[in-house]
């Protein structure tokens, strides 16, 4: 936001600052006297009371307020899915060496569709220094350079101006066929390591809004630099800083909102009967978001003090309240095994999701694909046949994990693995970039442990095998080799090596070390992890370095090395019976096109997957191609006849 927002114009005057030193840094306000800093006490409604005592403490500054503020002016046009965001950015040097400039980040802008960047950034102004210089060095780069360098302790604050696009995401890319294939598309198009998209998490479908990267965020500092684009589009994008949020949204009078954070008021907007404005607070988090759509609705359950929300589309409510129940007691046994979760609120959303991704996390909200919420089916019509097949190529093709042997096991894996999130790298920060394995594996482990502790070992081992395990194999069945879990993503050569390594065999790195220590040394360990990096960012290795303390270098050590530093995946995880999954999957009734699929049919499916070294799916690419499947393709329309996908 700008200064001229009723957010900024309603700051207590705070005067001086005393000096303090935390660390080494002496913090102090040379730079900005005379401006008024920001008081953080309102935006602490967004936690927990129990978390509020001691939160500078926790993060490791010497006060609240020195924690970056984004202050978002935002305001969505519903016809034109398009937006205006004015943001306000209150800086301060935490770090011990002088900083010359700032580099944000508009992240939407480094997976662009064809038709260009979602985002355009308009202006930038420094409103304490008019000598600071602006530019783009790049679509998804914001340089500031003040007149001089900031000091330890120094403050800055930086106006923006920014306006965009949403992709608009057409319904029949959001259902379970749909996102098989596509999924399968991009790793048969060689899903390599310089790509990557947004799975739609900037983008509106099925009636939802999805408001995801939207906002330019400082950039990720290694080494003493800013960080202005990336080798990499796989895994997640993002600082993984610690900051704070205050936003005025302006959304549709109806919309049911999802946001990160609380909502602290809402109130019709004079002259705009069809418009409302709410208010939100969010304190010590690492990204904000939010969701919203008029046919939403949303139901909560209170779980030991926080509101756990799932909102969803009206039509979906069967699905939405599974959902709520499988997050309800994902949270609650992650807060009893791992420590408890410093925020108020806790939501799960729908959205449409796309890209063969089945859900993506952000701090305090996350969300799970459309796909998973209603019946699969290829086109007009369903049936078991088709929702084998889209099983199938959920898993193949599906991003990070998050499938599954049938459409409610794919939920609800997908819903615990994103709940686990809010921990890892939530709560207990890491590097995402260099170190994926670090959160995304721990985060699958964890929704194996929620099935295992609900469940029994029986129903865990065969969801949790079709949602983690069966990546690493599928990975392998496609002749794609076996790499070390931990390295940089840049270094997994495609998309189907980084979701095999991390997603697939890099969970079970835990259950391992689980088995070699006893649960009492290994969850001890867990939540000494924990106890020791909420709200800060854990080292590569810190986790194994507790894991080695709790039960022995010897013994640890080795576990350490082999599954993290080496490739031993196919002695550890077996090979995948492909053949015998299909006639288990596929073998149900037949479709609402054909009939029951048999032997032959198997085999062709085998074929067309690599799996007898046969050719590419039809109406899709060979690999190294590039086009998407289209509704209407003839040779696709003749695969999902014959499998009684469509009429």
């Not at 946001?259 to 907007?269: F, N």
């Not at 482990?445 to 079709?466: E, F, N, Q």
Request: hydrophobic fraction near 40%.
């Amino acid at each position: 936001m700008t200064g001229r927002s009723p957010l900024s114009r309603k700051l207590a005057p705070v005067g001086l600052l005393a000096v303090l030193s935390v660390g080494g840094v002496v913090y102090g306000a040379s730079r900005v006297v005379g401006e008024r800093w920001y008081d953080a006490a309102p935006l602490l409604v967004s936690l927990r009371p129990e978390a509020r005592a001691g939160m500078a403490h926790a993060l490791g500054v010497a006060r609240t307020e020195d924690l970056t503020l984004y202050d978002l002016d935002l305001a969505y046009d519903p016809p034109a899915a398009a937006f205006t965001l004015s943001e306000d950015v209150w800086f301060t040097n935490t770090t011990s060496e002088p900083l010359a400039d700032l580099v944000f980040r508009i992240y939407a802008n480094a997976s662009p569709p064809d038709s260009g960047p979602l985002v355009v950034f308009l202006s930038g102004t420094c409103p304490t220094d008019s000598r600071c210089v602006v530019t783009t060095p790049n679509p998804s780069a914001v340089r500031i350079q003040p007149s001089s360098a900031l000091a330890p302790g120094d403050r800055l604050r930086i106006s923006l101006a920014l306006k965009g696009n949403l992709t608009r995401i057409d319904s029949s890319r959001t259902n379970l066929m749909s996102q098989g294939l596509e999924g399968m598309m991009a790793m048969m198009g060689g899903g390599s390591g310089a790509s990557g998209g947004d799975y739609g998490i900037l983008g509106v479908g099925d009636g939802i809004v999805s408001f995801g990267n939207f906002y330019a965020v400082l950039a990720r500092r290694v080494a003493g630099t800013w960080e202005t684009g990336e080798a990499s589009k796989l895994g997640d994008l993002g600082s993984d800083r610690m900051a704070s949020f205050r936003a005025r949204l302006e959304l549709p009078v109806h919309a049911k909102l999802a946001v990160t954070g609380a909502v602290t008021s809402e109130q019709p907007i004079a002259g705009k009967p069809d418009r409302r404005e709410v208010r939100v607070a969010a304190a010590a988090i690492r990204d904000f978001a939010l969701l919203f759509g008029d046919a939403m609705e949303t139901e909560s359950r209170d779980v030991t003090g926080v509101h756990v929300h799932s909102f969803h589309l009206k039509a979906d409510h069967e699905a939405g309240a599974r959902v709520l129940d499988v997050a309800a007691h994902a949270f609650e046994d992650f807060e009893r095994r791992f420590g408890p979760y410093p925020y108020a609120d806790l939501s799960v959303s729908e959205a449409a999701v796309v890209e063969g991704a089945g859900g993506v996390e952000f701090s305090g909200l996350v969300t799970a694909a459309s796909m998973f919420y209603r019946p699969a089916s290829g086109g007009g019509g369903g049936g078991g046949d088709a929702d084998g097949l889209a099983a199938l190529l959920g898993q193949l093709g599906g991003a990070g994990g998050a499938g599954g042997g049938m459409t409610d096991g794919m939920l609800e894996f997908v819903v615990a693995h994103e709940v686990a999130h809010q921990w890892w790298h939530g709560l207990v920060g890491s590097d995402s970039r260099d170190h994926p394995y670090e959160d995304e594996a721990l985060a699958q482990y964890s929704a194996l442990l929620y099935l295992l502790d609900r469940y029994g070992p029986a129903k865990a081992d065969k969801i949790g095998d079709m949602n983690a395990k069966m990546n690493f194999q599928s990975m392998r069945m496609l002749g794609t080799p076996d790499a070390p879990a931990d390295r940089p993503v840049s270094d997994f050569a495609t998309s189907v090596q980084y979701a095999g390594v991390v997603y697939g065999k890099a969970p079970y790195f835990y259950k391992a070390v689980r088995a070699a220590l006893g649960d009492a040394a290994f969850f001890a360990a867990l939540r000494s992890y924990v106890a020791e990096y909420r709200f800060r960012e854990a080292p590569a290795r810190a986790l194994a370095d507790r894991f080695a303390a709790a039960g022995g270098a010897a013994k640890m050590r080795p576990l350490e090395h082999h599954w993290l530093d080496e490739a031993h995946g196919d002695e550890d995880l077996g090979k995948l019976d492909l053949s015998g999954m299909l006639g288990g999957m596929l073998g149900g009734a037949g479709g609402a096109g054909g009939a029951m699929p048999g032997q032959a049919e198997i085999d062709e499916i085998m074929k067309l997957l690599g799996g007898a070294g046969g050719g590419p799916i039809p109406g899709m690419p060979a690999p190294g191609g590039s086009a998407v499947p289209k509704a209407g393709d003839p040779d696709l329309d003749k695969l999902l006849k014959d499998l009684g996908g469509v009429p």
